[in-house]
Nanobody, 115 residues
C-alpha cells in the first residue's frame, strides 16, 4: 500500500500560478514512477506530468512548457508548479504512484481557474 496526500489546489485567475504538492508515506525513491493526472467534469482522466525514479519527465501535450514536475526525495514528495493557468486547466488533480506494478492514487485536489 502507498498513501498519497495532495495539497495546494484552489481558485486562481487566468494567467495565475499554483503549486501542487503530493507527499507519500514511503520514500519516493522506492516508487518507480510518480505523476499528476487530472479529471474535468464529463472528461476522462488525463496525464499532466510524470517523473520516473530514473529518466526524463513526461508531460501532457496541453502543458506546452507551462508546468514543471519535480521531486524531493528527502521530503518523500513531488510537486507540480503550474504557471499561466487557463480556464481549461480547471479539474481535480490527482497524484499517482506506481509501486510493485500497482498504481496508487491520492484523494485529489481541486484546481479552478476563473476567466
Amino acid at each position: 500500500q502507498v498513501q498519497l496526500v495532495e495539497s495546494g489546489g484552489g481558485l486562481v485567475q487566468t494567467g495565475g500560478s499554483l503549486r501542487l504538492s503530493c507527499v507519500a508515506d514511503r520514500t519516493v525513491a522506492a516508487l518507480a514512477v510518480m505523476g499528476w493526472y487530472r479529471q474535468a467534469p464529463g472528461k476522462t482522466r488525463e496525464l499532466v506530468a510524470k517523473i520516473p525514479w530514473r529518466g526524463r519527465s513526461e508531460y501532457g501535450d496541453f502543458v506546452k512548457g507551462r508546468f514543471t514536475i519535480s521531486r524531493d526525495d528527502a521530503k518523500n514528495a513531488i510537486y507540480l508548479q503550474m504557471n499561466d493557468l487557463k480556464p481549461e486547466d480547471t479539474a481535480v488533480y490527482y497524484c499517482q504512484a506506481e509501486y510493485v506494478l500497482r498504481n496508487y492514487w491520492g484523494q485529489g485536489t481541486q484546481v479552478t481557474v476563473s476567466s
